[in-house]
């Protein structure tokens, strides 16, 4: 990913967003590449840490995986007494 001084002036939080998912963002200035960030190795992934905080993260993984309108009618099906 690509970004200039002032994208990372202003959008800092996404920079290092892209880095937590394993990116490396170039930094220019007046169109010469002037700095790297890349992903820390010293800190456990950002998902890992998810998993560990919150017991009911990725409580649908192993699931068959259906399409959204599939879920929305299995959800409404029973709804009305025929």
Same mark, same amino acid.
């Given at each position: 990913m690509e970004a200039t001084t002032k994208d990372l002036r202003?959008? #800092?939080r996404? /920079?290092?967003?892209a880095t937590d998912r394993g990116e490396e *963002? *170039?930094?220019?200035?007046r169109g010469q590449v002037r700095a790297? /960030? *890349?992903?820390?190795n010293e800190h456990a992934?950002? #998902?890992?840490? /998810?998993?560990e905080r919150n017991p009911l993260f990725g409580l649908w993984r192993g699931r068959d995986q259906q #399409? *959204?309108?599939e879920q929305?009618?299995? /959800?409404r099906k029973g709804r009305y007494a025929p």
């Open positions: 202003l959008h #800092t996404e /920079l290092l967003a *963002v *170039v930094i220019s200035y790297r /960030l *890349v992903p820390c992934p950002r #998902t890992s840490r /998810l998993e #399409t *959204v309108d929305v009618r299995s /959800l």
